[in-house]
């Protein structure tokens, strides 16, 4: 069986991610908490993306498949941002996921997958969002030279989302007015759930389908590409 690890997993997207995965891998979630998942066979390892390393934690020495999961949605305006804001949002967003990268990239598997999270707000460019963007940006420019770099060893793919329905994005979707007026935004009037991304996620790290890499893979509704209220 391959061996997968989820740096976050133990709810939204992640804990989807692990939840598909966990029926046909060794999957290892290594993530704040694991009151969610004790309803899957996963391994748990107690971990904080921003203060913890992964070094010398319970991973295994060969990994088929990495996926890291923490991230923020810190939308204002510019002038309401100051600098610690766009320092934490790279922090959770770039800087812990470079850290755990650099920790395990000499155990990734020959043909291994590795991938990554950004947000349909970079290449669309949407207001309110310089800080996420910002981070989310970096995200893209090191998973593609990362997959340059580690190219045929590795494969490094980034999902670039729009608006899902998880816990992160509660304050946006907190009644129905706001999920209608979201839904609408996108040309197929809904909002993303979590199995949604998660699909692609699983797609990404299957051996079927190994020659994918370098890619950010947008799966948003088709909001970044089509305009539909025309």
Same mark, same amino acid.
């Given at each position: ?85 766009? +320092?934490?949002?790279? %922090? ?5 996921? @470079?850290?755990? /990268? #650099?920790? $395990? ?74 999920? +209608?007026?979201?839904? %609408? ?5 809904? @909002?993303?759930? /979590? #199995?949604? $991304? ?33």
């Amino acid at each position: 069986m391959r061996n997968i690890l989820l740096i976050g997993g133990s709810h939204g997207i992640g804990r989807e991610i692990a939840n598909q995965l966990s029926k046909q891998n060794n999957v290892y979630v290594a993530s704040r908490t694991a009151k969610d998942l004790s309803d899957l066979n996963v391994n748990h390892i107690s971990f904080d993306a921003l203060s913890d390393t992964i070094e010398g934690q319970d991973i295994p020495d060969e990994i088929h498949g990495f996926v890291f999961c923490p991230g923020s949605i810190n939308l204002k305006p510019f002038k309401m941002l100051d600098i610690q804001d766009f +320092k934490e949002d790279m %922090e959770i967003n770039f800087f812990a996921m @470079v850290k755990v /990268v #650099k920790a $395990i990239v000499g155990r990734m598997a020959e043909g291994s997958s590795m991938v990554f999270f950004s947000t349909v707000a970079v290449d669309s460019g949407m207001a309110y969002h310089t800080s996420i963007s910002a981070a989310k940006g970096a995200i893209e420019g090191f998973a593609k030279a990362l997959a340059a770099e580690y190219a045929p060893k590795i494969r490094v793919n980034v999902i670039a989302p729009s608006l899902v329905d998880t816990p992160l994005a509660s304050r946006l979707l907190s009644n129905d007015k706001k999920k +209608k007026q979201m839904s %609408e935004r996108h040309p197929l009037k809904r @909002v993303g759930n /979590v #199995k949604d $991304i998660a699909n692609m996620a699983t797609f990404l790290l299957h051996s079927e389908n190994s020659w994918i890499t370098g890619q950010v893979i947008g799966v948003d509704g088709g909001i970044s590409t089509l305009n539909s209220n025309s």
